[in-house]
Each structure stands twice: as C-alpha cells, then as structure tokens.
C-alpha cells in the first residue's frame, strides 16, 4: 500500500480529503476553507454560490439525456472538532492534521483527524470533478459550523437548493443507511461566588490528574460506557471532602459539549497530616476505576502531586452544591428506541465543568429523537443543578430528523447496495445530530437519507476512517446517481 494518502483508492476521494488536512477548520473559523471549496468550485467552470451564513453551493448540469432526473443535492460539513492529547503541541487554527496509514485506516498523530466530516466533503468534491460519471442534476452543499450549533444548517434558506432528493454524507458505518437521527440541545450551567481567602495554617496543595480515557463522540459513542473524566474526577472529589478535609481550588474537566470529556484536572487542598491518606485513595480509586472499565479503558491514569498553595478557593458550600450536582447528575445512555433495536433514544453527556475567575461553568448536550423525552432530560438535569444554588440556561436546541422508510431515495439505495454487494444494507436511526433535521426545516418535502464510511472514535484523537470503506461508499454513490 502506497505511503502517501493521496494515493490511495479512490485516488481522487483521497486526494481532496488530503487537502482538507491540511486547511485549519474549528468550528467558527470557516473562511480558508470555505474559500478553497469556492476556489475548486469555479475552476471546474461551475456555478458556485455562498450564501451570508457561509454555506457554499456548486451546480454541476445533469449528464446528457438525464436532464429530467430528480435533481440530487450532495451534503457534508467543512469544520472538524479540534481536540487532541495533552502531551502534543498542535494549534487547530495555524497546523495542518498530521495524518498517516495505519494499515487499513487513515488517522492522525494525537488530534482529530477531521474526517468527521472531511471525507463526505471530499466524496462530494470528486463527483463534481469527475466527468465520466453519469447522472441527473447534481447540487453539492457544504455547510459551515455543523459541530458547535449546527449554524450552517440552521442559516440555510428556502430556495438556495433546488434538489428534491439529499443525500448526507455524515454517516459512520458502510453497509448502513441513516434514515433518522436525534436531536439536542445545550444546557449551560454557573455557579458564581466570591473567592474564599482563607487558608488554614498547615494546608497543603494537591493537583489531581486524570488522564487516559477513551472519549469519543458523544452521541455514536455514548452507547459504549466508557469513562466520563468529569464523573470519575467528582466522585473523587466527594470522597476526599469527606475523608480527607480537601477543599478546592480550581476544576477543569473535558473541552467540548460534543465530545465524551477523556481529561480533568483539579486543584484541592487539604491539611498536611492528612497527605498519606490522599495518597492512598488516590492509588485505590485508581484500581478501583482501572476494575469498572475493564475491557471499556485499557489506560486510565489518576494521579496526585504536591503543588503551589492557591490563593483563594472555592466557598465550601459552592464546592459542596457543586459536588452534590455532578454526583447526581444523570450521565450516558438514559433511554432506548423500541422500533430500532439497539438504537439510543435519549443520552446526556455532562462534558465540561472549569472553574475561572469566580465562575464554574458546567455544559451539558442532552440528545433524543423524541421531543418530549428531551425535554423530560433537559428538566430532570435542571432541577439538579438548581436545587444546588446554580443557573441555568438552554441553547443550541434542535429538532430530531424522524424516519420516513417510504422514502424514494431509501428505495433506490436498497436495491442499488444489494445489486452491488449481493446483500441488503441496514436501515437505521443515529443518535447523533445530522443536520438533515434541520435542512427538513427549510425544505419539508425533500427526500434525505445519509451515507459514509466506516469512521471510528471521532471526535477523539484516536479518530480514524477505514480505507477499502471508503472505496465500497464511492463505488455506491456513483452507482446511486445513476440510478434516480
């Protein structure tokens, strides 16, 4: 197998996703990006549009004789979530992904690789690119600012596609079709207080350190219960309260509302006669982790080291309430689909918790594919965190983009996949949010369905794609708009 990414198989798939590494795209920083698809856009002499969210737009004409062929948008996101281990000294804002072959996989050296959702961008730039293929009018949509509210989707506006049919290439899993997907929304919690100044004589400080997890997506991945940093690190925390006097100082825990916290740090002190306690309940929480999640985190790592006494600390019945709330705050999967075995239906992931400047911030993503069920959550969480002194505060919520198995698009794939592959692919719901939900908004009648590759571990910096995957996803969609 070739060294080099670009020339892999479909070589043409490759190269582009190549491009994409090497382009910095966070959520919120779009413009390089969205100009080098504008760029690639009209020096293929296609119409090319942008509309004021950032969304770009190309049209290629159908192929002689299919000019009456439903029109076929072709949809994926340009930014990528930037998250990376701690010991790695990489910038999402200046570096390009330093991505590399590991047998059958592309992934990346201690970051995101961005194929969530790079590879559906690269996908939908080489059917535009390629002039042997055959197929109806063809629409490619590349959405801006998918990972952090959906902005690009949610921007979108009546008539700037004319395609009846979409076809979203933000699924994970080759060999199933997503007809259905979950929805969110954010709860931002704080605490706000007044310093405490007050350290007794004979304190000591201790950072506490817990590294190693796993992480992951926060709605594909929920369903795997690995270890969520912020809950191991309070539950901790409320056993050194107790057992050791600790009181703390700062608390850091995950980065992003999306991604399973794999990191958190705190700051506590405690009085000095009682370091050789702390010491051993950190060693015995650590095995008593390392026990629960055998076979789930192979490399769970909790440490304790003698630092700096603060300054100030928490107030004692801030730490106490927020303690009290983190403990008790529902976390992972909560409840399943009935029609789609297997499926998660409702799932909560507490991802942040940081302390600064006399404010805790706690930031929760609630996700179902039922409304009501998600508002059920959102309550049930906001009465936790309020019965402990705290505000909170929704935002970011979006509607669940419900199954039509009576779809047109649905029917052509089915059939398409089993005359390729001589088997019948899965028909399923994701929980996650796909932003075909959200597009369903401005356009209630078009036909969607969403496809990819087999993508692991995203939104973690063991992210990685399956190469003959992504072969197998560009053979069928070729062979899909043929088809219709």
């Not at 994926?76 to 998250?83: A, E, G, I, K, T």
């Not at 107030?315 to 992972?332: F, K, R, S, V, Y």
């Not at 909560?334 to 998660?344: A, N, R």
């Not at 309020?386 to 009576?406: D, F, M, R, T």
Request: glycine share 10%.
């Amino acid at each position: 197998m070739s060294a080099n990414i670009q020339d892999l198989s479909p070589k043409q798939v490759w190269g582009y996703f190549y491009d994409l590494t090497q382009i910095p795209r966070p959520t919120g920083h779009m413009k390089e990006v969205t100009g080098y698809v504008k760029k690639f856009g009209n020096s293929l002499g296609l119409e090319t549009l942008q509309d004021e969210t950032g969304n770009v737009l190309i049209r290629k004409p159908a192929s002689p004789g299919m000019e009456s062929k439903k029109a076929v948008i072709l949809q994926s996101h340009l930014d990528m979530v930037p998250q990376k281990n701690s010991n790695v000294k990489h910038d999402f804002f200046t570096d390009p992904i330093d991505a590399y072959i590991e047998g059958d996989w592309v992934t990346a050296h201690d970051t995101t690789l961005g194929a969530d959702n790079g590879i559906g961008a690269a996908l939908s730039m080489a059917i535009l690119a390629d002039k042997s293929l055959i197929h109806g009018p063809l629409e490619a949509l590349f959405t801006v600012d998918e990972e952090v509210g959906m902005d690009g989707a949610f921007g979108l506006k009546p008539g700037f596609c004319k395609g009846e049919i979409l076809i979203n290439c933000d699924s994970e899993e080759e060999g199933e079709l997503f007809v259905g997907c979950a929805g969110g929304a954010d709860l931002n919690i704080s605490f706000q207080f007044k310093d405490d100044e007050y350290i007794p004589e004979g304190d000591m400080a201790v950072k506490l350190s817990l590294t190693g997890l796993k992480g992951g997506h926060s709605g594909v991945d929920i369903h795997l219960g690995r270890a969520n940093a912020n809950k191991l690190m309070f539950r901790f925390l409320k056993e050194a309260v107790a057992g050791c006097g600790a009181r703390l100082a700062t608390i850091e825990g995950g980065s992003l509302r999306n991604a399973i916290p794999r990191e958190a740090f705190a700051t506590i002190t405690i009085p000095g006669d009682n370091a050789e306690i702390l010491w051993e309940m950190v060693s015995d929480f650590q095995e008593l982790y390392q026990e629960e999640y055998k076979g789930i985190e192979e490399n769970i790592c909790f440490t304790a080291e003698a630092t700096d006494l603060p300054s100030k600390l928490i107030p004692e019945e801030i730490q106490d309430g927020l303690i009290n709330a983190i403990e008790g705050c529902q976390n992972g999967v909560i409840s399943m689909l009935h029609d789609f075995p297997g499926t998660v239906e409702s799932s909560s992931n507490l991802a942040v918790v940081k302390s600064e400047n006399e404010l805790i911030e706690v930031k929760i993503l609630v996700r179902s594919s039922s409304e009501s069920r998600k508002a059920s959550v959102c309550s049930s969480l906001e009465s936790v965190f309020a019965l402990a002194g705290a505000k909170v505060e929704y935002g970011g919520s979006y509607n669940g983009w419900q199954p039509n198995i009576q779809s047109y698009i649905l029917n052509v794939m089915l059939e398409t996949y089993k005359s390729l592959y001589g088997k019948t692919p899965s028909v399923k719901v994701m929980h996650a949010g796909l932003e075909c939900g959200i597009i369903q908004g401005a356009y209630p009648t078009m036909d969607m369905i969403s496809i990819g590759p087999d993508l692991q571990f995203p939104h973690s910096p063991d992210e990685r794609i399956n190469i003959p995957s992504v072969a197998k996803v560009w053979d069928f969609l070729k062979a899909t708009l043929e088809r219709i």
